[in-house]
């Protein structure tokens, strides 16, 4: 009996560090969503965007970013890409295949120098020091982004 609890206390300690650093992280990960198309909602809005409410679906609304920056091929772009991140994943990982993993790292790479290069002329467009924002952003890999479309809805004037 004591040589198994030797293994099982551990375990079980082990898994609910587990359990709730993964809370945490789903939890901040919301939150972050919902400060992202609350900032996104409101620059749609104050743009006069025909359809404000695409800043509360994921994916899709990257494309008002990249409409804010006046071009809508670039928010087409951009929501594309998006998109097409969250289905790979599902397809790296229900086919659990090497090179796929590896691809889709590749493509990460890719979406994450694209995705500073947008940011970027969004900062730029809104706040007066914008190259801080970026390396923020970078710095960060993007968890600032969120906090930083949020903060722009203050900065923008009508």
Do not use: C
């Amino acid at each position: 009996m004591a040589f198994a609890s030797m293994f099982i206390i551990p375990f079980l300690a082990f898994s609910i560090v587990a359990i709730i650093v993964f809370l945490i992280y789903i939890l901040t990960k919301i939150t972050f969503y919902i400060f992202q198309s609350i900032g996104l909602y409101k620059i749609s809005k104050m743009n006069g965007y025909k359809y404000p409410i695409i800043a509360w679906i994921p994916g899709v609304s990257q494309y008002i970013i990249g409409k804010f920056n006046k071009s809508s091929r670039l928010g087409v772009l951009y929501s594309i890409l998006t998109i097409m991140k969250y289905l790979l994943i599902v397809v790296v990982f229900s086919f659990d295949n090497f090179v796929l993993f590896n691809l889709y790292l590749v493509y990460l790479v890719i979406y994450f120098v694209f995705d500073v290069f947008i940011m970027d002329r969004f900062y730029t467009k809104i706040f007066e020091n914008p190259n801080i924002y970026t390396i923020i952003t970078t710095y960060t890999f993007g968890f600032a982004k969120p906090i930083f479309i949020f903060m722009a809805r203050y900065k923008l004037k009508k």
